[in-house]
């Protein structure tokens, strides 16, 4: 067979196999799939051999190599929940929750989520993309490959529209996948403060059947609400997701984050994609979701952010079962972060996953909480060829290290796009 790129003698090579044609669930989270000394071919794209160096050496003919002898190599990040659209920072609040004000009491206030709104409403699309693409820049060098972008921080069906054509257009000039969620119902609009069911009425009747129109032809597209104290509640999160799978979207969910609303049992009830935060999820709903398909998207960057010490219950989740996948909720009120290593090494340390587990969660299970673990998250024959090698000599070091870049080479579609 011939091969645009073999990638050979790599000390580690992480497959990161899928389960049965999903994501690893509970106890089985963490399998590598390891192979030592291993190598990956590379054809039109897309993966086509994978195994031992001399095996893969016999089955493909190569017109380039790439020599990852010491190093590690995995698939591409998959970053299952962020916000990375959006215009201006609030440095500010860091400053003023430092000082001992809370989340919850700046946002009702008028800041935290609507601050960014004001910012977002008043950048144009050409700027809102120049000031996004520098943070999936980052994040591509810090080996990411796919990225789930929600909206949220237009709230006007006009400014939610201009959100999603900013991911649009970042999807067709960045080498990143973005993978686009519509996120109208992520805080209650200054101009229907004190009548959100007006809002809701809005989402339901008016945005959600003309984004519904983009489906059509366009990426598939998520739609997330963010159901929880200060935003949504339980009953107005039902009505809007009942409506959007009725229309045909994907769903996601914000629950629990700071307040157990019963979110995690209606994305269960509704056969949502993930629920995504889980950080003060009750027993009950855990087990709940650790007998459903949806998978657990957890956000440590967040409580991180916060300066909170209390973290997603991540050993609980995979004691019934779960499907865990890893994130950085990349925002600019709880965090800024762009970096899945430090997400990996925040998740072994805070929720106690082995470096394994941890890897898993942010590829493979990462992959199926986006829809895409058909295309992305393993080095599985046929998968997209998004691939890093890693400047470590075993995959601990991933999670063992922290605040510096392990990434040496991303690999996109078999492209080499960066090298550091
Ligand atoms: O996931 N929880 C809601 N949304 C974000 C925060 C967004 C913001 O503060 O701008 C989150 O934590
Ligand atoms: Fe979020």
Redesign the pocket.
Known sequence: MNADLLIHSAAQLCVLPGHAGGPQRGARLGDLGLIADGAVAVQDGHILAVGPTAEVRAQVRARAELDASGRVVTPGFVDAHT?VVWAGDRAGEFELRLAGATYLEIMAAGG??LS?VRATRAASLEHLVAETRPRLDRMLAHGTTTVEVKTGYGLTLQDELKQLEAIDRLNATHPIDLVPTFLAA?AVPTEFAGQPDAYVDLIVEEMLPVVARRLNGQAPLFCDV?CDEGAFTLAQSRRILERAKALGFGLKI?AD?FAALGGTRLAVELGATSADHLVCTPPDDIALLGQSDTVAVLLPG?PFGLGQTHYAPAQALLEAGAALALAT?C?????WCESMPFILALACRAMRLTPAQALAAATINAAYAVGRGDRVGSLEPGKQADILIHAVPDYRHLAYRFGTNPVALVIKRGGVIRSA
């Open positions: 916000h935290g989520i960014t992520h963010f914000h984050e967040t909720d925002n600019p009120g709880t965090s």
